[in-house]
């Protein structure tokens, strides 16, 4: 039925919300881009020596050298498992640590694209959540008096 098709349009689909997300993210703040460029020649070899290594990771794969896809067929013997089943135990056994890799590279993307749009302006007031649990009972309210049909 095609169930293997369905689980993983549903993870293209929603990781292609989830950059749609971030891209209007970025585009409803006020980023400074000028200030952003001024790094990249410091950060240019680290960013090509990931480029050359991915690069090369994407070579090895398409060329056929990588794992075939007889073994990857071959993970569960034909009829024991559906297809979903099969799927999440080969990813949740076999391909475990790059499942969680892969997830540990979107966590810091994630990160990154906050840290990089997270800024304050001066002289704009901001919550400050320390400071509201710090407060005793007495600094919250006080009790006047006020006699009836008088006004304060």
């Keep these: 039925m095609g169930a293997e098709f369905l689980a993983l349009i549903l993870v293209v689909v929603y990781v292609g919300a989830v950059a749609v997300l971030f891209l209007f993210v970025v ?14 020649v410091e950060y240019l070899p680290q960013g090509l020596l990931i480029a050359l290594v991915v690069a090369i990771e994407l070579i090895y794969v398409v060329s056929g050298l990588g794992p075939s896809q007889r ?22 056994t076999r391909y475990f640590y790059f499942f969680q890799a892969a997830g540990l590279i979107l966590l810091t993307a ?15 007031k901001r919550q400050n959540v320390g400071a509201q649990v710090a407060r005793i009972r007495k600094a919250r309210s006080k009790v006047r008096k006020v006699p009836s049909r008088a006004g304060i």
């Design 71 to 92: 073994a990857a067929a071959a993970a569960t013997p034909q009829g024991t498992l559906s297809n979903t089943a099969a799927l999440g135990e080969v990813l949740y």
């Design 110 to 124: 994630m990160i990154g694209a906050i840290v990089l749009t997270l800024h304050h302006t001066p002289g704009v």
């Design 27 to 40: 585009m409803l703040l006020d980023v400074d881009f000028t200030r952003l460029r001024q790094g990249f």
